[in-house]
T-cell receptor, first 112, second 117 residues
Framework: DQQVKQNSPSLSVQEGRISILNCDYTNSMFDYFLWYKKYPAEGPTFLISISSIKDKNEDGRFTVFLNKSAKHLSLHIVPSQPGDSAVYFCAASSGNTGKLIFGQGTTLQVKP | GAVVSQHPSWVICKSGTSVKIECRSLDFQATTMFWYRQFPKQSLMLMATSNEGSKATYEQGVEKDKFLINHASLTLSTLTVTSAHPEDSSFYIC?????????????FGEGSWLTVV
């Protein structure tokens, strides 16, 4: 049972445009969501997070939106840069446990 | 910032042998560390939660006798893959949470590539 789903395995965007990565979840107990960026053969790097009490969190070029009623979150990157090309994972946690459930990942390619 | 270090980054071992992977929090104390495994083109799957001073909690389907986890100090957790087989070849990643950090920030290690031949 995949509790966190990223239905788009890949996304290709032109440099300077917006990248939108989507993530859906099924467990209503999740109260904290994170996005990670991962390069091949490296560990994930934390990007941005959002608590379930918020619906938006912004950090520079990265904004995460949370729609609790739809159990959906998205990561917006604007403007996209070639260095953003990587695999992006969304992850969810519940009850301050620190235990993360990851989505399958979306490979983002930003073309110059 | 907080750093989690894994060692070794790459390891090749013969089938039937055991291999140990270390996970260290370098500048913070972590009462809880997590071990994940990632197969090619798949998501990171949580294997177990490592608690300092107590037994690890394993996720469903993960063999605790095969993947031995020891969290002997607040800065070190080890994962030992016992009697390794080629199907254990994977990318293993640990993460740690700074228990003094009121936020939910979790820091990941660089990962360890295990190849069993």
């Amino acid at each position: 049972d995949q509790q966190v789903k990223q239905n788009s395995p890949s996304l290709s965007v032109q440099e300077g445009r917006i990248s939108i990565l989507n993530c859906d979840y099924t467990n209503s107990m999740f109260d904290y969501f994170l996005w990670y960026k991962k390069y091949p053969a490296e560990g994930p790097t934390f990007l941005i997070s959002i608590s379930s009490i918020k619906d938006k969190n912004e950090d520079g070029r990265f904004t995460v939106f949370l729609n609790k009623s739809a159990k959906h979150l998205s990561l917006h990157i604007v403007p996209s840069q070639p260095g953003d090309s990587a695999v992006y994972f969304c992850a969810a946690s519940s009850g301050n446990t620190g235990k993360l459930i990851f989505g399958q990942g979306t490979t983002l390619q930003v073309k110059p | 910032g907080a750093v989690v270090s894994q060692h070794p980054s790459w390891v090749i071992c013969k089938s039937g042998t055991s291999v140990k992977i270390e996970c260290r929090s370098l500048d913070f104390q972590a009462t809880t560390m997590f071990w994940y495994r990632q197969f090619p083109k798949q998501s990171l799957m949580l294997m177990a939660t490592s608690n300092e001073g107590s037994k690890a909690t394993y996720e469903q389907g993960v063999e605790k006798d095969k993947f031995l986890i020891n969290h002997a100090s607040l800065t070190l957790s080890t994962l030992t893959v016992t009697s390794a087989h080629p199907e254990d070849s994977s990318f293993y990643i640990c993460s740690a949470r700074d228990f003094q950090d009121s936020g939910n920030t979790i820091y990941f290690g660089e990962g360890s590539w295990l190849t069993v031949v």
